[in-house]
């Protein structure tokens, strides 16, 4: 049976007991979790078994410990390493599988396009931060998942797939976001890339950020799932029969758009089962 979940902190900010509650009575069966945005309770005082009290039903898919990696200080990259080594650590603590993060941008904060994101040079040092975290993800039975975007170091399937082959390492595996590798040149091939990074990747991929987007003054703009152009017609039954395990994550759907979205997908995932 498909797991869906969401990213937490798009709900809002509670006590992780009425988050929990909250998330629960929408029907997900999960998270996304990045406890600094999504929780209330100060970080140093949750303890892995009050998150395992609070997130038995819906459980902790992923804790999210995105930083960028291409930071120009270096005190930033440092604080963002540590801060991985944490969650590792916590999710080893609490059993929860997979830790998540980006690949950066020299832009620094925000982390936008710059074509020296798109050189080698880029992605070795990506590499060189990565490969201590991987390890230390092996060493505590843990997995470290990474995830590509168009502004980026892993700016496309393919470049991820050369991260993911220099680390070498069985504690790494892919999140799928295919709104993240997309712009105004090529939205409109997002089957395409879809289909490239599952066959890239297949089972390596854990988890796939579900979005959808519409295009306005040039750019593209998330809106509610089922409202935009993803044609999830076609993509989610691509999905679905290739990693049919990953856990399905809402990742940028806010507000009233949560439940029509969440009511939208369930109704396709059905019609998929009923297959």
């Known amino acids: 049976m498909i797991k869906l979940g969401i990213r937490a902190h798009d709900i809002g900010k509670y006590s992780m007991n009425e988050l929990a509650e909250r998330v629960r009575n929408i029907g997900f069966d999960g998270v996304q979790l990045v406890i600094k945005k999504a929780l209330i309770e100060p970080f140093d005082s949750i303890t892995p078994k009050a998150l395992n009290n609070a997130f038995d039903k819906p459980f902790i898919m992923m804790l999210g410990a995105y930083f960028n990696p291409l930071h120009p ?59 201590p975290l991987s390890k230390e993800a092996e060493k505590l039975g843990v997995y470290f ?10 700016y496309s399937p393919k470049r991820l797939k050369q991260l993911y082959d220099h680390l070498g390492s069985p504690s790494v595996k892919i999140i799928l976001d295919v709104f993240n590798y997309l712009n105004i040149d090529n939205y409109q091939h997002h089957l395409e890339i879809c289909n490239e990074a599952l066959n890239l990747f297949k ?13 306005q003054d040039q750019s593209l703009k998330l809106v509610g799932l089922g409202q935009g152009l993803m044609n999830y017609d076609v993509m989610l039954p691509m999905i679905v029969k290739a990693i049919p395990n990953a856990y399905l994550i809402f990742e940028g759907v806010t507000g009233p758009d949560i439940i029509s979205s969440f009511q939208w997908i369930r109704h396709k995932l059905e019609r998929i089962e009923e297959i």
């Not at 990259?77 to 969650?87: K, R, T």
């Not at 998942?145 to 892993?154: F, K, N, S, T």
């Open 73 to 131: 200080n270096p005190k930033e990259v440092e604080n963002g390493v540590n801060f991985v080594y944490d969650q590792l650590r916590l999710a080893h603590d609490m059993g929860c599988a997979f830790v998540g993060t980006e690949t950066g941008s020299y832009m620094g904060s925000p982390w936008g396009y710059m074509k020296e994101n798109h050189e080698d040079d880029a992605l070795y040092e990506v590499v060189a931060v990565f490969k």
């Open 145 to 154: 998942a990474i995830e590509g975007a168009y502004a980026h170091v892993a």
């Open 203 to 215: 089972d390596e991929i854990v988890i796939v950020h579900l979005k959808d987007f519409i295009v």
